[in-house]
């Protein structure tokens, strides 16, 4: 979705522009920028709802390659929605209705578990209805969606809530264990903004024993080096953000990176994990690397 600038809204400037008799044009010019501005809003939010209703016509289509197309659609346009804080509520508003809401799509098609499509019957050879065959996701598909589902966690936080319905963690958990490297990594991003803030998703991860899962990922020395990094990123963050919390839900967590890590790697986990308060986003998220890498040479892997 990229915005062009109203024409009317270049009218309204070339007037603004001229000094003459400001004092008397000032009430209607106040008059007119207050219509322009309600235009420009209903225009915005007509394309918002119209990228949002063309993607996920594609995101819930039986074959893979629309579902992926409808993605990369979604993708570009959470993309371009985070751009500006009046689309991000424009977006927010769209979350509230039903059939333009992404994060279900998600789960109910990309995100979804391959069923047993076994025929009990040949009526439909027979017959005059086709048998609906859905094909299963790809790996690109798979992933596309955990960036999309990421993207919409991130500019909405009711999407949490969302993603808690259609039982996010046990299906993440679920490809995190038995996908690729590729699914792996958008998996864990996805995981991060899920939990952000969200006591539910927090339960849940620590009842399907994630940290585990992430633990036995970094300490895979077979394993691909940049997945380990993220797994070690992961970590930090999900730490820094319930470090300081009376009584939060992933109470047992340093214990349970103790466990599984060991004490040398836990504690500079719980101290590298209070990192870039004061940094700005680039220098924070190049320390979050640094720590990391730190992370994985510390692991005492026998």
Known sequence: MYLKKALWA??????????????????????????????????????????????????????????????????????????????????????????????????????KEPEDETVENLDHIFGVEPLKITSPSTDAE?????????????????????????????????????RGVLEQGACLDALVSIMLDSSANQMDFEAYNG???????????????????????????????????????LAAIHEDVRRLLGEKSASLIWAASQFGSTLDPKERLTALHIQARRVLESLDLY
């Open 142 to 178: 798979v992933a596309l969606a955990l960036r999309v589902l990421e993207g919409c966690c991130l500019l909405h936080s009711e999407s949490t809530t969302l993603a808690h319905h259609h039982k996010a963690i046990p299906v993440l958990m679920n490809i995190l264990s038995t």
């Open 10 to 111: 270049e009218g309204v400037a070339a007037a603004k522009a001229s000094p003459e008799s400001e004092a008397e044009q000032a009430p209607a010019a106040t008059a007119v920028q207050e219509l322009v501005n309600s235009l420009n809003r209903q225009r915005v939010y007509r394309e918002v709802t119209l990228a949002l209703k063309t993607g996920l016509r594609d995101a819930r289509a039986e074959f893979s390659f629309l579902r992926v197309r409808g993605l990369r659609s979604l993708l570009k346009f959470l993309r371009s929605v985070a751009e500006s804080d009046s689309t991000i509520q424009l977006f927010c508003q769209t979350q509230s209705l039903s059939e333009l809401q992404v994060v279900p799509a998600l789960f109910q098609h990309s995100l």
């Open 211 to 249: 940290i585990e899962e992430v633990a036995e990922l970094i300490r895979d020395k077979q394993g691909d080096e940049n997945l380990r990094l993220k797994c070690g990123e992961f970590l930090l963050l999900l730490i820094g953000h319930v470090n300081g919390r009376e009584r939060p839900p």
